[in-house]
């Protein structure tokens, strides 16, 4: 080896050693400087992340998840093995309207071979308004008679005005700016405020549908999924939290995303509590004395109307209502109580992401958000990198082999799926905190692994996330909403929407149905008799 200098002399073995020391020393410095700057980007990246959480809480929007969505559930979908591609939308029959016979011009002599068919969609878009001339008589006697209005009709705007704005403003997104310029293009002369009342007034139909199909679908689906969001109402925060299965969803706007509101939920509107064994079980699970359960044990059987019924009979058992923490859970198991008492969530697994609030009944864990930890993790070297792809490629093969088996399962195979379980989240990799992630999911093996006792339940909160989207939509688009038919109205009606598509219904014809424009075509039954029939 020659000298730095590029002279040709050979270094000696004194100047070879020191070459290379000095050359090991600058590589050491490298590396030390190069996880100086990964942890500094790690940094920089943390306070740009909460420079943006700060700017939305300033403008009262919900912040942004600071990683982007796993990609594991993608991944491990199997791929299609058969070649065509899935029929789309406009793959569904058309319904004729209107046929008519061309006839042609033939010399004589000629046969008839059928006809040669042509399809033309079209969407005509007018504005009716009729003027209805009521006779005016006086009889002999002094009566004024005037001539009655056809059945169905008053004043103001019709229901086919009314089923445009909802679809529009539900499906469609528009707001309500819009669609009043767009009715007064078409034709109608017609104001922002009736639009608005249109929107949101005489929809007490549509909400008494909507808690039916709650009440149908904790009745009979095997499980739900949740999820919630925030929202904004009457210039205040809020929370949304969407309950949907595979048959139907619904909407509930709220300013508490505790676990007492949800359990609140889960009644399916009603609003009494009820002190049953259902109850009493939730309290021996909680950090209550035995004395006030062996207190409450006394009003077994019990059925309260209201909260201040109950609260009034707890004081009459000598429990301090003024101890805020053990009324909650109070609550928390008399409302648990109400909603086995009505028969509601008697097998069904609640499907969710880590939030504590969800975690009543039956509960399993969505393993997508399970394995979006890992994307939070900020490795500070190549070896803690390579320590965190391996697990996660590990996460994504077991996750593969559970999709597989839940598709076909047989039995015995839930025995390894547990050893399988048992040794990778017992790995130490010597990477602290990737150490520690692996051992709390770890402490959530029979939330993470409920799917081998309950195959027909989902591994993910996907369906969840993507109704929850319309919804994030529309706050984006239309912003909050003021009065309490406001808040009724978008939740309602989004929640139908999304259910008629989960049936298979157009929304479009289920509101025409409702608002009795469909005529003499077949009436589509309640969404809540549908939602049962195909459990």
Known sequence: ??????????????????????????????????????????????????????????????????????????????????????????????????????????????????????????????????????????????????????????????????????????????????????????????????????????????????????????????YITVDDTGARHARRPAVTTQIGGERFCVFR????????????????????????????????RQPVEAAVIARLTKLQSRVFSSQMEWWQ?????????????????????????????????????VVSDDAGQFRVATHALCWIHAERHLQKLMPASPKQAQAVELVRETIWCFYRGLKLWKQSPTPGAEASFRRQFNRIFGLRTGYKDLDELLARLARRKDELLRVLERPEIPLHTNASENDLRAWVIKRKISGGTMSADGRVARDVMLGLSKTCRKLGLSFFDYLGDRLGLNGDQPRIPPLADLVIRSA
């Open 1 to 222: 080896m020659t000298s730095p200098d590029r002279s040709n002399k050979p270094l000696s073995s004194t100047a070879l050693r020191e070459l290379v020391s000095d050359l090991a020393g600058k590589i050491d410095r490298l590396e030390h400087e190069v996880e100086q700057l990964r942890l500094a980007n790690s940094n920089l990246r943390l306070d740009n992340q909460a420079l943006k959480d700060e700017i939305a809480r300033l403008k009262n929007l919900p912040p942004r998840p600071p990683f982007k969505p796993s990609g594991m559930e993608k991944a491990t979908q199997p791929r299609p093995t058969g070649p065509g591609r899935r029929p789309g939308r406009g793959a569904k029959r058309d319904r004729v309207t209107r046929e008519v016979t061309l006839q042609a011009e033939v010399p004589p002599g000629s046969r008839f071979k059928g006809y040669k068919t042509v399809v033309r969609r079209d969407l005509i878009l007018t504005a009716e308004v009729v003027r209805y001339k009521r006779e005016r008589w006086v009889t002999p006697e002094g009566q004024t008679i005037i001539a009655p209005l056809p059945l169905g009709v008053t004043g103001g705007f019709g229901p086919g005005v009314q089923r445009f704005c909802l679809a529009l403003h539900t499906q469609g997104q528009v707001t309500t700016e819009r669609l009043t310029d767009l009715l007064n293009g078409i034709g109608l002369s017609i104001s922002k405020r009736e639009v608005v009342r249109l929107l949101t007034s005489d929809l007490e139909l549509f909400a008494q549908e909507d808690r039916a199909i709650l009440q149908a679908g904790l009745t009979s689906s095997p």
């Open 253 to 284: 706007t709220s300013r508490s995303k505790s676990r007492l509101n949800f359990l609140s939920l889960l009644r399916g509107g009603c609003e009494d509590y009820v002190v049953n064994e259902a109850a009493l079980n939730y309290l021996r």
């Open 313 to 349: 009979h707890l004081l009459q058992c000598s429990i301090n209502i003024f101890d805020r923490p053990l009324l909650r859970l109070l609550d928390e198991a008399a409302t648990w109580g109400a909603i086995r008492h009505h028969g509601l969530m008697d097998n069904t697994v």
